[in-house]
């Protein structure tokens, strides 16, 4: 599929999202900033949120909990007031588009409500759904129908949620991008037991031709990894440029530094994974001639001298027309056309006509 300028292949190199989500803590400046690191610490996506507290949350509801659970319990303000303050206006749109392209990074956002699609849809060349809408069958269909790639995380979701959502998905578009995801924001180590990196294997499996991906909330790049090892070339990780700021999203996001080592590591493991055929490589063909063996005379011969075992053996280097260890059956019992010195290679050219 391509976004943007980005062709992105199921081979292909490693694509980044940098989630800035709420860590622009409700200033524009921040914002750009945070574009502009985004872009030096390897990204390829500087990604934001479109919502309104009003039509994502109830404030009834969260206050009728009685507490803040998961994540939330941490926040020092209310639910509803903490995705008041995280929410951006919509009049950013265009300058937070413009700020991409002015610093060569390309502009996502998750859209929450069907308004925010439709703004959206002025700026992005995909959409990213994310976890907790994977069960609203009717905004899944409004962005599919924008006919532009579709990029769906899968956390807190069983199999037949991803079914569903990706029967509505397909009827529209078939550039999708299936995010594997686990959504606790805790950013505790046992996390790691639970992102399950198999279901990718599942994924591709079920649905051979669309992109892996993972959207990721642990610390390190360790699952982008394996994720990376398991077929995935998508990857979302939020992004701050401090842990310790307030804010919803700071805690778990990855800063400059990480991110930088993220993509170094995903690059280089990229790279190491190669195409998979088994071959001498272009780098160790030196080491071909340096570490395996060719027969080399244990003692003098002359012209017409049988070889047997006993003066012959393997030794390191091997020259270009020498005799390897496998073809040993193929001169014993062979005759030398010319006298030969003893700790010399053993030549196919000093052998009678085999």
């Known amino acids: 599929m391509k976004i943007g300028n980005r062709i992105i292949t199921n081979?292909?190199?490693?694509?980044?999202?940098?989630?800035?989500?709420?860590?622009?803590?409700?200033?524009?400046?921040?914002?750009?900033m945070l574009i502009e690191l985004a872009k030096e610490a390897g990204a390829d996506v500087a990604k934001f949120?479109?919502?309104?507290?009003?039509?994502?949350?109830?404030?009834?509801?969260?206050?009728?909990?009685?507490?803040?659970?998961?994540?939330?319990?941490?926040?020092?303000?209310?639910?509803?007031?903490?995705?008041?303050?995280?929410?951006?206006?919509?009049?950013w749109s265009e300058k937070l588009k413009a700020k991409c392209d002015e610093v060569g990074i390309e502009y996502m956002t998750s859209p929450y409500d069907f308004p925010s699609v439709d703004l959206a849809d002025n700026y992005v060349n995909a959409f990213k759904i994310g976890s907790g809408d994977i069960t609203w069958p009717d905004i899944l269909e409004y962005m599919a129908q924008k006919k532009k790639p579709v990029l769906l995380?899968?956390?807190?979701?069983?199999?037949?949620?991803?079914e569903r959502a990706m029967d509505i998905i397909k009827k529209y578009t078939s550039d999708v991008v299936l995010m594997q995801c686990n959504t606790n924001y805790t950013a505790l180590p046992e996390n790691f037991n639970y992102?399950?990196?198999?279901?990718?294997?599942?994924?591709?499996?079920?649905?051979p031709d669309v992109i892996l991906?993972?959207?990721d909330h642990t610390f390190g790049h360790s699952t982008v990894l394996g994720a990376l090892a398991l077929g995935a070339r998508v990857f979302e990780k939020h992004f701050t440029d401090d842990n310790s700021r307030?804010?919803?999203?700071h805690k778990f996001s990855m800063n400059p530094e990480t991110w930088r080592e993220m993509v170094n590591a995903a690059n280089e493991l990229y790279n190491a994974m190669g195409d998979g055929i088994k071959k001498v490589e272009e780098n160790e063909k030196d080491t071909v001639n340096v570490q395996r063996r060719a027969f080399y005379f244990t003692r003098e011969?002359?012209?017409?001298?049988?070889?047997d075992e006993s003066c012959i053996f393997p030794l390191r280097p091997v020259y270009e027309g020498a005799v390897l260890p496998f073809d040993k059956d193929k001169i014993i019992g062979k005759r030398v056309n010319r006298d030969v010195k003893q700790d010399s290679c053993v030549m196919w050219e000093d052998i009678e006509d085999v």
């Open 11 to 32: 081979e292909g190199k490693p694509y980044f999202i940098a989630d800035i989500a709420a860590n622009h803590d409700g200033d524009i400046e921040r914002a750009y």
């Open 49 to 91: 949120q479109n919502f309104k507290a009003k039509t994502i949350v109830s404030k009834n509801g969260f206050d009728g909990l009685g507490k803040q659970l998961s994540h939330q319990a941490a926040w020092k303000k209310s639910v509803f007031e903490t995705y008041e303050d995280a929410s951006v206006a919509d009049e």
């Open 153 to 162: 995380a899968t956390g807190a979701s069983n199999m037949s949620d991803v």
């Open 195 to 207: 992102i399950n990196l198999n279901v990718l294997k599942t994924y591709r499996e079920k649905y």
């Open 213 to 215: 991906g993972l959207s």
């Open 246 to 249: 307030s804010g919803p999203d």
């Open 301 to 307: 011969l002359k012209k017409n001298d049988v070889i």
